[in-house]
Nanobody, 116 residues
């Protein structure tokens, strides 16, 4: 079993920054892609950013330039640096992991609230 533990969410004013962390533990044999998704009230869950083991990254087009994803393979941890936050970034942010054999895992989610 794999556990994903997120941290770093909270309340921030518009224009501020937050850094999310997600640590993976458990029966991890080979992590493929890790990433962040978010879900705002009344909306579908959407991809924010993802990163592979060799640090290839992918971002939602609307977030490029403001959000930065990074990875520490030694710690099985990914980070999401969120800058210039906007009220529309308010959502629950979920960590996601997909192993090289296709197994998928989700974190419990961390709330990010951006006040105007």
């Amino acid at each position: 079993q794999v556990q994903l533990v997120e941290s770093g969410g909270g309340l921030v004013q518009a224009g501020g920054s937050l850094r999310l962390s997600c640590a993976a533990s458990g029966s991890i044999f080979s992590i493929g892609v890790m990433g962040w998704y978010r879900q705002a009230p009344g909306k579908q869950r959407e991809l924010v950013a993802s990163i592979t083991g060799n640090t290839n990254t992918m971002y939602a087009d609307s977030l490029k330039g403001r959000f930065i994803i990074s990875r520490d393979n030694a710690k099985n941890t990914i980070y999401l640096q969120m800058n210039s936050l906007k009220p529309e970034d308010t959502a629950v942010y979920y960590c996601h992991l997909r192993t090289v054999i296709g197994s998928e895992y989700w974190g419990q989610g961390t709330q990010v609230t951006v006040s105007s």
